[in-house]
DNA sequence: TAAAAATGAAACCATTTGGTTTTATGTTCG
DNA sequence: CGAACATAAAACCAAATGGTTTCATTTTTA
């Protein structure tokens, strides 16, 4: 739970760390307050919360004693293009045959 | 590397599984073939297959000794619905100045 | 200033993950 | 038929993951 090895892919893989997000997404909230919506730790909030931070998904500011936590949806983009290439795949029923077609030609 | 415990968001955590299925985004192809495009073993390629398929992103028929896998991308669709919830908070300044101000609110 | 509040950091733990190697099993082809 | 091919299945392993508990630090606030 350390490195630069959390991309958005792998920040958005656990539920957890979605749930957080929505929450966040109606308003900035400090870890406590978060972690009060959760079953688990305030500790293994605060983790999911490092994690989402490596992904650049939130960012926290410290206001006295408390680290206030905000959503940063710009790095859900890369998702989006990442998506995007395989709209093509479902988005009609023409180019699904057209996929279809090209692998019959194969 | 067993139950249904794997929906979309783990299966494409992973990079080499969304490797994958940009392969077979082009064409289905038989295990051997898919995992003659990595540095890893048949055996870890066919592992990464089965959990993309618990995910229903890709179904494998078997044709003689070869099992041939195809891309299924409908599942993707669950990530894009997901996503599409964010994308208010970036599509465009009015939608970000519009959160702001939804915040102060409160 | 001392206690309470909020977080941070560290040590620890069980399970999952992503990989390997080894051993079987079914299929094709000479 | 027997060898080669393609996959399947199982046992094993190190590291990562998602948790916990415990202890320390910083900031209020009564």
Redo the contacts with the bound molecule.
């Keep these: 739970?350390n490195a630069a090895?959390h991309d958005v892919f792998?920040a958005i893989?656990?539920p957890?760390r979605r749930d957080v997000l929505k929450l966040l997404a109606h308003k900035e909230l400090?870890?406590?307050e978060i972690s009060s919506h959760f079953p688990?730790?305030?500790?293994?909030v605060?983790?999911?919360l490092h994690?989402l931070s490596e992904a650049k998904l939130v960012s926290?500011r410290?206001v006295?004693?408390?680290?206030i936590y905000q959503l940063r949806p710009e790095p859900l983009k890369e998702l989006k293009d990442w998506l995007a290439f395989y709209e093509q795949f479902w988005s009609n029923r023409l180019s699904i045959l057209k996929h279809v077609v090209e692998n019959e030609e194969k």
């Design positions: 739970m090895k792998q893989a656990d957890t400090p870890i406590s688990i730790s305030r500790t293994a605060a983790k999911h994690i926290g410290k006295g004693r408390e680290k």
